[in-house]
């Protein structure tokens, strides 16, 4: 293992923050922009951020502030393996690492930010007796159903409907695929991180207070502990910077020229995020109706690339990467066909987007519910949110003509709500927003067990890298 100190002559500090991401480009990503905003609002703090020696090599070189370091700890199974297996080794093989990190680690962490699936993390912290902090990755709603309907075992196998708000709002099972039979392993790990969560001594949440109040409200009448909305965590500082990413595999001309030549609003943009994917005869169908239905499209995927350009005609462009945000924030692209992965999403609400939804895995039917159903800033690209509907091309057809039909009443109504929500994201983390003050309040109590754990004249990390065989 390998700790990547900060190039600074000398470093002294009394506040170290030790981070631990669900090792996924989901989970890594908010969390290191939450931490690139931690050191920006105090240069004091030191971050070491802890990724397996795959992701080290992944994302070691993407720009990041001088006391954000690196550490890594062994690779816990091949890339290729299934999903299921993948959780199963994070979930069992890395306890053990983490805990010699934490031996060989100076200084010492006074404070640790841990993805909140990884209850072995908040052990490790409590065996230690430092302060944890659980930051969960995706909506406040479905910590709801997991913490107070799946992990205490509240509904029978006949119930269809759950009250997933108190007395406020109702979803069919459909939307909370961990009560599936196939994800009986998955359910287990859920049910154990609701088991150690509330071990924790803070929570955080990547969402906006407005746009999940009433569960955010009921979740703090429940659960005793701080709880923090400070989303949204995406990339929002850099814009204005070239792209934040410099791997070169991942570059594919000029889309945002191509960008730049599209009409006002025109442009889908799709993305079916970085891990799951649709299935091979969904993918046809996609296909089929990209290039029948003369709407322009930027479409982002890693599979088949080069096919896919071939076949989608000349009114779309297909690449293996761009940056997201930035594409969503172009004046030409008019809706975003996605997932329903949380980051993307809320990147989605910054940009003032509307969205089709296709949920494929997970938290995603619940969040399409969300956009579709509580925001009203979207449509289903299927009928229901059954994650094994195929959808056929001339369906996908009608639908993106609609969707993408400007100047219909119904196309004005849901792009002047996505603009609403757009106000509301970019308010929350302004001055005086509602995640802005959290985020304040937060810096503010692991500042203060800082200063309660260290004397005031701290250890000096010095330069260099430090090895940890």
């Given at each position: 293992?390998?700790?990547?100190?900060?190039?600074?002559?000398?470093v002294?500090?009394?506040?170290?923050v030790?981070?631990v991401?669900?090792p996924?480009r989901?989970?890594?990503n908010?969390?290191?922009?939450?931490?690139?905003?931690?050191?920006?609002?105090n240069?004091?703090?030191?971050?070491?951020?802890?990724v397996t020696?795959?992701?080290?090599?992944l994302?070691?070189t993407e720009?990041k502030?001088?006391n954000?370091r690196l550490?890594?700890?062994?690779?816990?199974g091949?890339?290729s393996?299934?999903?299921?297996n993948?959780?199963?080794?994070?979930?069992t093989?890395?306890?053990?690492?983490l805990?010699?990190?934490?031996?060989r680690?100076n200084?010492?962490p006074?404070?640790?930010l841990?993805?909140?699936?990884?209850?072995?993390?908040i052990?490790?912290?409590?065996?230690?007796?430092?302060?944890?902090?659980a930051?969960w990755?995706?909506?406040?709603?479905e910590?709801w159903?997991?913490y107070?309907h799946?992990?205490?075992?509240?509904?029978?196998?006949?119930?269809?409907?759950?009250?997933?708000?108190?007395s406020?709002s109702?979803?069919?099972r459909?939307?909370i695929?961990l009560?599936?039979?196939?994800?009986?392993?998955?359910?287990?790990?859920a049910q154990?991180?609701?088991?150690?969560?509330?071990?924790?001594?803070?929570?955080?949440?990547p969402?906006?207070?407005?746009?999940?109040s009433?569960v955010?409200?009921a979740?703090?009448?429940?659960?005793s502990?701080?709880i923090y909305?400070?989303?949204?965590?995406i990339?929002?500082?850099?814009?204005?910077?070239?792209?934040?990413?410099?791997?070169?595999?991942?570059?594919?001309g000029?889309y945002?020229?191509?960008?730049?030549g599209?009409p006002v609003g025109?442009?889908l943009?799709?993305?079916y995020?970085?891990f799951?994917?649709?299935?091979?005869?969904?993918?046809d169908?996609?296909v089929?109706?990209?290039h029948?239905?003369n709407?322009?499209?930027?479409w982002?995927?890693?599979?088949?690339?080069?096919?896919?350009?071939e076949?989608?005609g000349?009114?779309g462009l297909?690449?293996a990467?761009?940056?997201?945000?930035r594409?969503?924030?172009?004046p030409?692209?008019?809706?975003?066909?996605?997932?329903c992965?949380w980051?993307?999403v809320?990147?989605?609400?910054?940009?003032?987007?509307?969205?089709?939804?296709f949920?494929?895995?997970?938290d995603?039917?619940?969040?399409?519910?969300?956009?579709?159903e509580?925001w009203?800033?979207?449509w289903?690209v299927?009928k229901?949110?059954?994650?094994?509907?195929l959808?056929?091309r001339d369906?996908?057809?009608v639908?993106?003509r609609?969707?993408?039909?400007?100047?219909?009443?119904?196309g004005?109504?849901?792009?002047k709500?996505?603009?609403?929500?757009?106000?509301?994201?970019?308010?929350?983390?302004a001055?005086?927003?509602?995640?802005?003050?959290?985020?304040r309040?937060f810096m503010?109590?692991i500042?203060?067990?800082?200063?309660e754990?260290?004397?005031?004249n701290?250890p000096?990390v010095?330069?260099g890298?430090?090895?940890?065989n």
């Open positions: 293992m390998e700790v990547q100190v900060p190039s600074l002559a000398t002294t500090t009394t506040r170290h030790l981070v991401p669900y996924s989901g989970h890594i908010p969390m290191m922009n939450l931490c690139k905003l931690l050191v920006s609002q240069t004091d703090i030191l971050v070491t951020f802890v020696e795959q992701w080290l090599r994302i070691a720009p502030p001088h954000i550490a890594s700890l062994p690779n816990i091949p890339s393996d299934t999903f299921a993948v959780v199963e080794a994070v979930m093989k890395m306890e053990a690492p805990e010699l990190l934490l031996h680690l200084p010492p006074t404070t640790i841990c993805d909140a699936f990884l209850y072995w993390a052990a490790v912290g409590n065996r230690r007796n430092i302060p944890v902090a930051f990755t995706t909506t406040t709603s910590l159903v997991q107070f799946v992990f205490q075992q509240n509904l029978d196998d006949h119930q269809k409907l759950i009250d997933y708000i108190p406020t109702w979803i069919d459909a939307y695929p009560l599936d039979e196939k994800n009986r392993q998955i359910l287990q790990w154990k991180c609701c088991e150690w969560l509330s071990k924790a001594q803070y929570l955080l949440l969402s906006i207070y407005e746009l999940e009433q955010t409200d979740l703090r009448a429940r659960i502990m701080p909305t400070i989303g949204p965590n990339p929002y500082f850099n814009l204005g910077e070239k792209s934040c990413y410099t791997n070169d595999t991942t570059h594919d000029n945002i020229d191509w960008l730049d599209q025109s442009v943009y799709i993305s995020g970085s799951h994917s649709v299935s091979r005869a969904q993918m169908e996609i089929a109706a990209l029948k239905s709407v322009r499209f930027l982002v995927t890693r599979e088949e690339t080069n096919r896919l350009k076949i989608c000349d009114m297909v690449v990467w761009c940056d997201q945000l594409v969503l924030l172009h030409s692209v008019g809706g975003y066909w996605t997932h992965g980051n993307s809320v990147e989605g609400v910054y940009a003032g987007v509307p969205f089709l939804t949920p494929i895995a997970m995603q039917p619940l969040i399409s519910k969300l956009i579709v509580d009203k800033v979207g289903r299927k229901d949110d059954k994650l094994d509907t959808v056929r369906e996908i057809v639908l993106l609609k969707f993408m039909h400007l100047d219909s009443d119904v004005r109504d849901m792009r709500r996505a603009k609403e929500l757009q106000d509301i994201a970019q308010k929350a983390i001055k005086d927003g509602s995640s802005e003050i959290n985020f309040a503010k109590n500042l203060v067990h800082s200063e754990s260290h004397e005031s701290g000096q010095q330069n890298v430090e090895k940890l």
